[in-house]
């Protein structure tokens, strides 16, 4: 049983910063790219930003680029997402996933946690 858990999430005033933690637990082999997907009201679930084990390379929507850091800890079975700069267009559920390797490699989902960018 694998289950990935966020935290992080809030209201927050445009221009403030949020940072999002997602942990993996379960019985786990090896974890692959990790990523942040969100949607927000009304909107289809978009890729927000990546990271891949082995070398660390990363992803990001130009929407975010400059604003939001993705980083990973490995030994924690965790993924980051350090939001700065906010806008009220980042309003939006964030979900995490992850491709993890347990007996087989399947993608797995967090429940996801609000974020609301307003004054």
Not at 30 to 38: F, K, L, P
Not at 95 to 110: E, F, K, R, V
Request: proline residues 3%; glycine residues 10%; charged residues 15%.
């Amino acid at each position: 049983q694998v289950q990935l858990v966020e935290s992080g999430g809030g209201l927050v005033q445009p221009g403030g910063s949020l940072r999002l933690s997602c942990a993996a637990s379960g019985s786990i082999f090896s974890i692959n790219t990790m990523g942040w997907y969100r949607q927000g009201p009304g909107k289809q679930r978009e890729l927000v930003a990546s990271i891949t084990r082995t070398t660390g390379s990363t992803y990001y929507a130009d929407s975010v680029k400059g604003r939001f850091t993705i980083s990973r800890d490995n030994a924690k079975n965790t993924v980051y997402l350090q939001l700065n700069s906010l806008k009220p267009e980042d309003t939006a559920v964030y979900y995490c996933n992850a491709l993890i390797a347990t007996i087989n490699q399947n993608a797995y989902w967090g429940q996801g946690t609000q974020v609301t960018v307003s004054s």
